[in-house]
């Protein structure tokens, strides 16, 4: 996907409306994780230092169009000021009186934040009244919400898919989006290797359809591996099973053997009697689940299976969690493959989500190549479907 960047523009002295996300967590005012203000920091100062005016635009939680300062993003132009070492300007509107009179007065190497976009219901019908209200503001448009990406909001993608800014391009953030995530699916270097988890085979089944297009290895574990185990004919107990994905999950292993793709599957498991930290709990070999045993991560033998094939890798994605992860006794598998990711020389790229919260969490962040910053966007993206926001920028 070539899409323009900040880079490719003369930004100086040009009006540029950057839609960041700023949907951080506010608790009595305090903002409990800077991880997205940070995030965006590079392209806001990369914008600063070019002599841009710039007008930061977000979303903060889910307001429902009405005007509620309990989700304003007072304090964020507050700590985003903080982490700037330089005054931001706060606009109490969104395309009111206040924000008109702060963007027009606003200076070469100034920042203004507008007030949270979804206090108008048009900015998630994608109005285009809202979106030439917004648009006028600008004279280059800058999307670099990646986590926002796939939804087509007048923020996110109306303004450049009508055509009313100059020029629409993307930040720094989805810059590297494109380049490191787009680069492994469009270009990977070999082998490349997809592990996938989560509880859903029905949440990824997209996801596994285009990965089976394009990867040497496939790795599933997580809930969702038990329908497979199932489909095969494993006795999985009281365990997480899609029944109606059954046949499914045959075709997918099907398609798999078709395209040649190593297809690994756990080989044990770790069971409980109780969805519970304090249940009885056990190893067993796969198909030796007992009735009234559920599984809640991968085994050790799967953990070291899993490990072999990433060693082996040039390139490998990750996206969702082996096991109940947020339990003690059933994080062991989503560590395990943590660990030997970060014991890779391969490109290591974690697809949002759960997996990026436990990588970070481990403390493992700096040891990957890439954590991406969406959850649900990062998911169709690996689906291969069309992101709104990313397909509205201009092309080289």
Request: negative net charge; proline residues 3%.
């Amino acid at each position: 996907m070539n899409k323009k960047t900040i880079k490719d523009v003369s930004v100086k002295g040009k009006k540029c409306l950057v839609r960041v996300d700023f949907n951080v967590p506010i608790v009595n005012g305090e903002i409990t994780d800077v991880n997205r203000i940070e995030g965006a920091l590079p392209t806001i100062k990369y914008l600063l230092d070019n002599n841009a005016k710039v007008i930061l635009c977000s979303h903060l939680g889910r307001p429902k169009g009405k005007f509620n300062l309990e989700f304003s993003l007072k304090p964020v132009a507050e700590k985003l000021a903080e982490l700037l070492k330089k005054p931001v300007i706060f606009a109490s509107d969104v395309i009111g009186e206040d924000a008109k009179a702060k963007v027009s007065a606003l200076k070469e190497g100034e920042v203004l934040l507008l007030e949270n976009l979804r206090f108008h219901n048009e900015e998630e019908a994608n109005d285009k009244d809202f979106c030439i209200a917004l648009a006028s503001f600008c004279d280059i448009y800058v999307n670099d919400a990646f986590g926002t990406a796939h939804r087509a909001h007048a923020s996110t993608a109306g303004i450049a898919q009508y055509g009313l800014a100059k020029e629409s391009v993307a930040g720094f953030l989805i810059g590297k989006e494109l380049e490191i995530m787009g680069g492994a699916l469009e270009n990977p270097k070999r082998p490349f290797v997809a592990i996938l988890g989560g509880a859903k085979v029905s949440d990824k089944i997209g996801v596994i359809n285009n990965l089976l297009d394009k990867v040497d290895t496939l790795i599933i574990g997580g809930a969702m591996a038990y329908t497979f185990e199932s489909a095969m004919g494993y006795a999985i107990g009281g365990s997480k099973c899609e029944k109606d994905k059954i046949d499914l999950a045959k075709e997918l292993m099907a398609k798999a053997k078709d395209k040649k793709v190593n297809l690994l599957l756990p080989i044990d498991h770790i069971i409980a009697d109780a969805f519970a930290e304090t249940a009885n709990i056990k190893e067993v070999a796969v198909g030796d689940i007992p009735e009234g045993w559920q599984g809640l991560d991968i085994g050790t033998k799967t953990q070291k299976l899993f490990a072999e094939a990433v060693k082996c890798a040039k390139t490998v994605i990750w996206n969702g969690p082996m096991g109940v992860f947020e339990m003690k006794p059933f994080a062991g598998g989503t560590c395990a493959v943590a660990k030997a990711l970060t014991e890779s020389q391969a490109i290591t790229i974690i697809g949002g989500g759960d997996s990026a919260s436990a990588i970070q969490q481990l403390g493992y962040a700096d040891k990957v190549t890439h954590i991406s910053t969406g959850g649900g966007a990062s998911l169709e993206f690996l689906e291969g479907i069309v992101l709104p926001g990313v397909d509205c920028l201009d092309n080289k």
